[in-house]
């Protein structure tokens, strides 16, 4: 499956963005998605992730309760809505594809497939 970020931008600490990532060639449904983000000199961490049908999303800590993620399969799209934006948030955001288990849904390593990253950047 090929994965499309977009809709990332500069924002002010406070505002809201919403990223989307398109995915093709592949069947959607099958995978589950996630998103990572990677900020200068750091790894590439865990930002959330979704089950194949859309029903149990899974955050991690540091953008629990101001990031919502959803999919819509008929679309084959994945949605990051982030909402109460910081400057640590500013990162490059990108979308993956996991063939993989539930249990590793949050690991790097599951996601086969990447998109190709969308900066977000926020101000103080």
């Known amino acids: 499956v090929q994965l499309q970020a977009s809709g990332g931008g500069s924002v002010q600490a406070g505002g809201s963005l919403r990223l989307s990532c398109a995915g093709s060639?592949?069947?959607?449904?099958?995978?589950?998605m996630g998103w990572f983000r990677q900020a200068p000199g750091k790894e590439r961490e865990f930002v959330a992730a979704?089950?194949?049908?859309?029903?149990?999303?899974y955050y991690g800590d540091s953008v629990k309760g101001r990031f919502t993620i959803s999919r819509d399969n008929a679309k084959n799209m994945v949605y990051l809505q982030m909402n109460s934006l910081s400057p640590e948030d500013t990162a490059v955001y990108y979308c993956?594809?996991?063939?993989?288990?539930?249990?590793?849904?949050?690991?790097?390593?599951?996601?086969?497939?990447w998109g190709q990253g969308t900066q977000v950047t926020v101000s103080s």
């Open positions: 979704i089950t194949r049908g859309g029903s149990s999303p």
């Open positions: 993956a594809a996991s063939t993989g288990i539930l249990s590793t849904i949050r690991s790097l390593s599951a996601y086969n497939y």
């Open positions: 060639g592949g069947t959607f449904r099958n995978y589950y």
